[in-house]
Nanobody, 118 residues
Framework: VQLVESGGGLVQAGGSLRLSCAAS????????MGWYRQAPGKQRELVAV????????NYADSVKGRFTIFRDNAKNTMYLQMNSLKPEDTAVYYC????????????WGQGTQVTVSS
């Protein structure tokens, strides 16, 4: 399974961005998917996660009400709609997919930079 993120960029505070994560390979082997982010000097943290069927999304408290995660399994793509962006959202955002066949194994994308200016 390969994951490729896109959609990052520079945006002013209060603006919006939509990230995409396109999966290829044996996509039927993917279970839940999620978005993580890592700011400079900080640990990688979970932003949002969604089940294989696209339901039951969960969000970090810091993004609740502003970010929406969803997936289109027909297109093998997951999205993160980010609204009301804040400077503290600045980070590299990574796509993650959990393996259905190998419990505990995770696939990662290469990351996409999101920079929010004040």
């Amino acid at each position: 399974v390969q994951l490729v993120e896109s959609g990052g960029g520079l945006v002013q505070a209060g603006g919006s961005l939509r990230l995409s994560c396109a999966a290829s390979g044996i996509t039927s082997s993917i279970n839940a998917m999620g978005w993580y982010r890592q700011a400079p000097g900080k640990q990688r943290e979970l932003v949002a996660v969604i089940t294989s069927g696209g339901g039951s999304p969960n969000y970090a408290d810091s993004v609740k009400g502003r970010f929406t995660i969803f997936r289109d399994n027909a297109k093998n793509t997951m999205y993160l709609q980010m609204n009301s962006l804040k400077p503290e959202d600045t980070a590299v955002y990574y796509c993650n997919a959990q393996s259905r066949l190998r419990p505990g194994y995770n696939y990662w994308g290469q990351g996409t930079q999101v920079t929010v200016s004040s």
